[in-house]
């Protein structure tokens, strides 16, 4: 009789044990990104992965050596477009932009010009920003070539320090 119940609780718990292990395995191998580029495998977001997803922009190619004719052009947008709300060094309406290409990459700060409001609605980095700012960066309508000229020249100013 007791070896009979011994068996039984353990063929029971036996049982529960390969059910859970089935069970952890099944699940996680459905918690598998779903087609999701933003998710990484730590279950965090990836804010680069995740502005590509926001869009327009889905990659931006940097060459190694910052383009100083891009740049120059670049500079003349900034002046035109940023400097209402942006200074280089300084807290103004938004946020200091000197080192701002070593702290985001280059498609987060692509779609943040092309798509500031998808950005404010979408991207924690910048639901946090307007948060601190208490302003929404506005749509200013530029080209992507606008916007990469001007990523130029924030790249050249955080060399040029
Ligand atoms: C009307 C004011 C305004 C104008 C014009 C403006 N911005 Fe902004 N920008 C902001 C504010 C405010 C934020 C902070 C997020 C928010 O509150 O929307 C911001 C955030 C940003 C960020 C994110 C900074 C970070 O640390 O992640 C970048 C990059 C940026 N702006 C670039 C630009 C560029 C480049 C231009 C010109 C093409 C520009 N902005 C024009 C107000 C402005």
Redesign the pocket.
Known sequence: MRMNHLTVWSAVLLLSLTLAACGGGGSSSTSQPSGSAAQTESGSLDPEALAAEIGPVQQVSLGEQIDAALARQGEQ??NT??T???RLDERF???P?RD?TK??GPVY?MN??LN?NGM?QRHP??KQ??QE?G????D?A?SEEQARA?LEYLRQVAENQ
Do not use: E, K, S, W
């Open positions: 947008l900034f477009y940023c209402a709300c942006h309406i938004g946020p932009l701002v702290q985001r700060i943040v010009i500031p404010i980095v910048m920003l307007v700012y302003t929404m960066m506005t200013m530029l001007i």
